[in-house]
């Protein structure tokens, strides 16, 4: 039986309706005008089937031929797909299959982000080297410092002390050669403190104003050695990125800009920032127990800044965008630690 097929020369978009037959080997296409081609079967080449899509015959002259799939094809090209072509096929016409497979992404997908995306960050961050952690450091600083920064107003007698009881409480660990407490003025952040990649640890003239005392501060200090122990920051940044990509490849947008890409991403980055937070908190908790210090001045130090902080970023909707934990989980986590019952030293 004749099949009807649209020829095309390969040169041009010109279409010729033609009637396609198999002839003692052969095939045979017949035009309207009259005129007709024959080539051997083994000189054509057909594409592997795809779905309901035409069938594509690649003709030796570099034309081609579409036709709709039957079951001559299938008699004249008995080998027409390849076997991993041919079980695409079989699963594409197939519901239950395709759902199947969406399922498997869906489940491999969340077992990267949830374990294969932190294992590859941290395994990353180990390995950065020390250059690409100053230079990303002094971007930070760089960008601070034309928005916040101004030179500490804090006596100098007092500064030297928090930063000689900091050494003292952090020599001995991991990478703490890097470490360095730098005070600044920063009206504009607040009561605050971070720890970038090389080491550097900010901490403003606001947040010592905030303290009850030294030991409070020194709890927040020990916090933020964890983040550099850890390595927190490069971990993050990481993770950050990869989960843009992860999101664009799902959603169809690399680009990340569009609000389907950037929401669920900033939602999981989230995730992942707190689970950086209560590391560094267990971090804390034990480094000051090991120095006979006694966590409750981190808990004492949550309570004032927590109530510097609208009650609705601790609770509902809103808390869960927030990078953090929620203030009474970190207080409860401190003071339990503090009376003896936590769970156990933190590894460095």
């Not at 952040?189 to 020194?218: H, K, M, Y």
């Not at 989230?270 to 966590?295: K, M, T």
Request: charged share 20%; with cysteine; glycine share 10%.
């Amino acid at each position: 039986m004749a099949l009807t097929a649209h020829c095309y020369d390969g040169q041009s978009s010109r279409m010729r309706a033609a009637q396609l037959d198999c002839v003692d080997g052969c095939l045979q296409l017949a035009f309207e005008d009259g005129q007709r081609q024959r080539w051997p079967l083994e000189a054509v080449r057909i594409r592997p089937r795809l779905g309901n899509t035409p069938r594509v015959l690649q003709l030796p002259d570099g034309g081609y031929l579409e036709l709709t799939h039957s079951a001559e094809l299938e008699a004249w090209f008995p080998d027409g797909s390849g076997r991993i072509e041919g079980w695409a096929d079989w699963l594409e016409r197939r519901r239950g299959a395709i759902l199947g497979s969406a399922l498997l992404v869906l489940a491999a997908t969340v077992l990267f982000l949830r374990h294969g995306m932190p294992w590859l960050a941290r395994e990353a961050a180990e390995r950065m080297p020390a250059v690409v952690e100053r230079h990303v450091s002094e971007q930070v600083v760089a960008l601070l410092d034309r928005l916040h920064f101004n030179p500490s107003t804090v006596p100098a007698a007092r500064r030297a002390a928090l930063q000689q009881r900091f050494r003292a409480l952090v020599r001995g660990e991991p990478r703490s050669a890097q470490m360095r407490v730098v005070l600044v003025d920063a009206e504009g952040l607040g009561a605050n403190a971070f720890a970038l990649p090389d080491g550097r640890i900010f901490v403003t003239d606001q947040l010592l104003e905030l303290a009850g005392s030294d030991e409070e501060v020194l709890a927040v200090l020990a916090h933020e050695a964890g983040h550099h122990v850890h390595r927190h920051g490069m971990r993050g940044a990481l993770e950050q990125s990869s989960l843009f990509v992860v999101a664009g490849l799902l959603f169809g947008d690399a680009s990340g800009s569009s609000l389907a890409v950037s929401i669920p991403a900033t939602l999981l980055g989230s995730g992942f920032s707190r689970g950086h937070e209560r590391e560094a908190d267990a971090y804390a908790f034990d480094l000051l127990r090991r120095h006979g210090q006694s966590p409750k001045a981190f808990a004492t130090m949550m309570r004032r800044l927590s109530a510097l902080v609208p009650e609705a970023l601790e609770k509902g909707p809103m808390g869960y965008l927030s990078t953090h934990p929620p203030s009474p989980e970190r207080i409860a986590a401190a003071e339990k630690a503090a009376t003896g019952a936590g769970a156990g030293a933190a590894s460095p």
